[in-house]
Structure formats: C-alpha cells, structure tokens
C-alpha cells in the first residue's frame, strides 16, 4: 500500500487537482480488488504449493515491486533535475 502512495506522490507534478480527484478514487479501488483477489489466490495455491513457496512467491513479488519503485524515483528525480537546470521535459539529453 505504500508503494500505491509513493507513486501517486510521483504523480503531483503533472496532474491538476481534478485530474487527481478522478484518479485517486480508481487507484484506491483497485488495490482493494487486488487484495481481494490476491487472497482468493493464495488460497487456492496454498495446498499444492505449500507455505514456504508461496512465501517465496511473496518475495519474487515485492522484490519486483521495489525494483519498479526504485526505477520509478529515478525517472522522477531525473525529470526534477533536468527541469531545475532549465531544460524543458521532453528536451533531448546533451
């Protein structure tokens, strides 16, 4: 969960405060359809799986989570330095 509000956090510079409104209520309902669905399939693989794999599966899964996370404040901290050195966004790297 708190990656969904670092990345929303990611998403202050270029969207308005309507945009924001509309686009808060989507992700919210979608993390919660995740978690359910999440655990209705963690249910169904525990017994052939066993506990210990599916705790394998969790840390395959929040380790790609971090790894995009991780991308994600690189892209972004990129794009904040560029733009206090007075380059436009979508200007070219010199």
Not at 13 to 18: I, R
Not at 32 to 40: C, Y
Not at 42 to 67: D, E, F, H, N, W
Request: net charge positive; proline share 6%; aromatic share 6%.
């Amino acid at each position: 969960m708190s990656s969904l509000w670092l990345n929303f956090g990611l998403c202050d510079g270029p969207l308005s405060l309507e945009q924001g409104k509309r686009l808060f209520p989507l992700l919210g309902s979608g993390a919660s359809a995740g978690a359910v669905a999440g655990a209705w399939i963690a249910g169904q693989l525990i017994k052939p799986l066993g506990p210990y794999k599916i705790m394998l599966i969790a840390l395959a899964a929040l380790c790609i989570c971090a790894a995009l996370t991780r991308l994600g404040g690189l892209h972004h901290h990129e794009a904040w330095r560029r733009t206090r050195e007075g380059e436009r966004p979508g200007d070219p790297e010199q």
